[in-house]
């Protein structure tokens, strides 16, 4: 099971996922980037904290939209992942091409420095 929520601070927007993403809820994931990215949001972070599993098909959805976030200038960052599911992140090689940091604090220094 998949929840997912969004919420509006200062100049960006922050995606909690709690729980698992996975090809029965990845569609879930994919509306809600869908959905940032058509009200213009140009800065995305995405909370992983809760995020206790991710399968293929929820990796595809980030990756799909890593062309669409470069053309349409978008910083994209993720924190808070446990070692689990960095380590798969990390195994595909997606954390060279995602920004991934420790925590909510470092995401912002990132996001407000660039």
């Known amino acids: 099971m998949l929840e997912i ?17 996975d090809a029965s809820n990845s569609v879930e994931l994919d509306e809600a980037i869908h959905g940032l ?24 959805v980030f990756m799909s939209y890593l062309e669409d976030f470069q053309e ?10 446990n070692e689990k599911v960095f380590n798969v992140f990390h195994i595909l090689g997606l954390d060279q091409l995602i920004t991934m940091v420790n925590s909510h604090q470092d995401a912002l220094d990132i996001l407000y420095e660039a």
């Open 5 to 21: 929520s969004i919420k509006e601070e200062n100049q960006h927007r922050v995606v909690s996922l709690q729980g698992e993403v």
């Open 37 to 60: 990215l058509e009200q213009g949001c140009k800065r995305i972070l995405v909370d992983g904290s809760a995020l206790d599993y991710i399968s293929s098909a929820g990796l595809g």
């Open 72 to 81: 349409k200038g978008v910083t994209f960052i993720i924190y808070g992942m």
